[in-house]
C-alpha cells in the first residue's frame, strides 16, 4: 500500500493493501505508519471538503490516531525522538499542525521506562544476554 499513498484518491486502498500486509507481520510498525499516513492524507481532503460537523470527519480523525497510537507502540526500532521527527517532517500529517491531539502526540515526553544499564536490559556488562 505504500506506493498508494504517492496517487491521489488512493488512500483507501493504501489503507486496504497495509493492513493486510500486517496482519501477515504483526509485529511490525510501518504498515500501520503508512496506514495513519493514508488516513492523515484522506482527513486532508475530507477538512477541505466536508462541513466541519461531517461524522465522517470525527471516523477518519478517530482512525488516524488509533492507527498511529498502535503503530508508535509496535515500532522497537526508532526512538521516541526519531518517530516525533518523523511525524513532524512527514508531508501527510502537515493538516494536523494545529490539532491538539496531533499537538499532545509529539510533545509527549520521552520514554523513561527504558532500562538505565545492561544488566536490567537483560545483558551483562560485556552485552552478552544472561542465559
Known amino acids: ?23 501477515l507481520f504483526p509485529e511490525e510498525s510501518d504498515s500501520l505508519f503508512n496506514v495513519a499516513r493514508a488516513y492523515a492524507q484522506k482527513y486532508r481532503h475530507q477538512l477541505r471538503t466536508l462541513p466541519a460537523d461531517n461524522p465522517r470527519l470525527a471516523e477518519t ?15 522497537q526500532d526508532e526512538t521516541p525522538e526519531d518517530i516525533r521527527d518523523w ?26 521506562s527504558a532500562p538505565q544499564n545492561a544488566a536490567e536490559n537483560g545483558k551483562d556488562e560485556e552485552g552478552d544476554d544472561h542465559e
Open 87 to 112: 511525524l513532524m517532517e512527514t508531508p501527510s500529517f502537515e493538516c494536523l499542525a494545529d490539532d491538539p491531539e496531533f499537538q499532545a502526540l509529539i510533545s509527549a515526553p520521552t520514554n523513561t
Open 61 to 75: 480523525h478517530r482512525h488516524l490516531f488509533a492507527t498511529l497510537h498502535e503503530a508508535i507502540r509496535l515500532d
Open 1 to 23: 500500500g505504500y506506493y498508494l499513498l504517492y496517487i491521489p484518491g488512493k488512500e483507501d486502498e493504501a489503507i486496504h493493501y497495509s493492513r493486510a500486509y500486517h496482519q
